[in-house]
């Protein structure tokens, strides 16, 4: 793909005190162009925490800093040792992230996944558990109102639910529909997945015993591409897609959306993060973070 052209023009956002930093329209380098962040996650203070889907490390970006420190060093857990999913708890002070480790040497590649948690303040170790199964791939989670943590597994069209206060997770969901699952998030207390293999969103249904049902498919108003990370804001779902290059804003109302474009010219977007009047944008090809205003 062709470079994204550079301007080092940074932009202060008045009257937004916890952000202290608001990046360049350039972005800010994670580590180097090969670093590749897939997710990323903003801590209370305004820290940027960003996995790296190439290394067994996870950065973050001090607020008013334009340089990625290693935060979390997990090379000890051996070659292929990388990270997807990143989300600050604030209630807990923890750091959920997903940690993957490919065995090389094995055809098709076995991935495994562990569900991690750290200190988000020291980055010291909390919970680990590994996902079930030869090979799966944790991807993405998110916070339900309850407390407990839904976790997306991509490989397997699994969703896990992790209860506050266990350290075991529990199959919450499994369908042919999921397969491909990736960007999960609670919006008004409805739990919405999309689909990276099959370019859709779903809705997941929640009985009043806390049991799902059958993932209902929302009507788009125009297609998606490869959508990948997914949160949260103003009553609306930010999504990354990928496959376009570009971060789109969902407004959902009942089992239709619309889907409205407000950056393109992306190389390969996988993580979106809302952070008040801006979204942080992970944008993986280019092994850097950026931000664009939040739309009104």
């Not at 062709?2 to 990046?23: D, E, K, M, N, Y």
């Not at 015993?209 to 990948?228: E, T």
Request: charged share 20%; proline share 6%; aromatic share 6%.
């Amino acid at each position: 793909m062709p470079h994204l052209c550079v301007r080092w023009i940074c932009a202060a956002l008045a009257g937004f005190a916890v952000l202290l930093q608001t990046g360049c329209s350039n972005g800010i380098l994670v580590g180097d162009a090969k670093s590749q962040p897939e997710s990323l996650t903003l801590a209370p203070d305004g820290t940027l925490i960003v996995g790296s889907a190439s290394s067994p490390f996870i950065y973050r970006i001090r607020p008013g800093s334009k340089r990625a420190e290693k935060f979390i060093d997990a090379s000890s857990e051996g070659v292929g040792t990388h990270f997807l999913g990143m989300l600050a708890d604030a209630a807990t002070n923890t750091l959920w992230a997903c940690e993957i480790i490919d065995k090389p040497g094995t055809a098709p590649v076995n991935t495994r996944s562990v569900l991690r948690s750290f200190d988000l303040t020291t980055g010291s170790a909390k919970l680990r558990w590994q996902l079930p199964d030869e090979s799966n791939l944790c991807n993405d989670f998110s916070v339900a109102p309850d407390k407990s943590l839904y976790i997306s597994d991509t490989l397997n069209g699994r969703i896990y639910r992790l209860p506050a206060d266990s350290t075991t997770g529990e199959l919450f969901v499994e369908d042919p529909a999921l397969s491909g699952i990736d960007g999960i998030t609670f919006l008004n207390g409805t739990l919405y997945v999309d689909n990276l293999f099959a370019n859709k969103l779903y809705r997941i249904p929640i009985d009043n015993a806390g049991k799902a049902g059958q993932p209902v498919n929302i009507l788009l108003g125009r297609p998606i591409n490869k959508p990948d990370g997914m949160r949260a804001s103003n009553g609306k779902l930010l999504l990354a897609e990928s496959g376009s290059g570009q971060i789109s804003v969902v407004s959902v109302n009942g089992d239709k959306a619309d889907v409205t474009t407000i950056k393109r010219g992306l190389w390969a977007p996988t993580g979106v993060e809302p952070a008040g009047a801006i979204v942080w944008i992970a944008e993986r090809g280019t092994g850097r973070v950026l931000s664009v205003p939040m739309p009104k």
